[in-house]
C-alpha cells in the first residue's frame, strides 16, 4: 500500500527529497514515519508525521530531515538537506494501523503495520 521514491546518488552538503505514494487515502493513516537501514545496522527511526501536521524526530535527524504529508494527494514527504556520508541507507516509509500519540514508542518499527519497499540513498563525500 505504501510506494517509496526519490532515493539517489547526492554528494555530501546535497539535498533529497524522498515520497511515499499510499494506495490508500493517507487520511486513513494517522501517524505516518519514515525509517532507513544502513548496512549491517538495524533499521533506525528517522522522523513520524501524524494527521494533525505534529512531527517527531529521530536522535540528530531534526534540523537536517523535514517530513511532510499532503492528504489531498495521499503522499509523504522526507526533505533531507545537508547530506552526510552516514546517511547512506535504504530509507523505508512505514504506516501505523491504529492511532496513537507521537512519543519515544514512535520510534519502534513494531509500531507500524504497513511499510512500503525502500529507496535507497547514496551520499558520497
Known amino acids: 500500500q505504501l510506494q517509496a521514491s526519490g532515493g539517489g546518488l547526492a554528494q555530501a552538503g546535497g539535498s533529497l527529497k524522498l515520497s511515499c505514494a499510499a494506495s490508500?487515502?493517507?487520511?486513513?493513516?494517522?501517524?505516518m514515519g519514515w525509517f532507513r537501514q544502513a548496512p549491517g545496522q538495524d533499521r533506525e527511526f528517522v522522523a513520524a508525521i501524524n494527521l494533525g501536521g505534529y512531527t517527531y524526530y529521530g536522535d540528530s535527524m531534526e534540523g537536517r530531515f523535514t517530513i511532510s504529508r499532503d492528504n489531498t494527494k495521499n503522499t509523504m514527504y522526507l526533505q533531507m538537506d545537508s547530506l552526510r556520508p552516514e546517511d547512506t541507507a535504504i530509507y523505508y516509509c512505514?504506516?501505523?494501523?491504529?492511532?496513537?500519540?507521537?512519543?519515544?514508542?514512535?520510534?519502534?518499527?513494531?509500531?507500524?503495520?504497513?511499510w512500503g519497499q525502500g529507496t535507497l540513498v547514496t551520499v558520497s563525500s
Open positions: 512505514a504506516a501505523q494501523s491504529g492511532r496513537s500519540r507521537l512519543d519515544p514508542s514512535t520510534a519502534r518499527p513494531t509500531k507500524y503495520s504497513y
Open positions: 490508500a487515502r493517507t487520511g486513513s493513516f494517522y501517524t
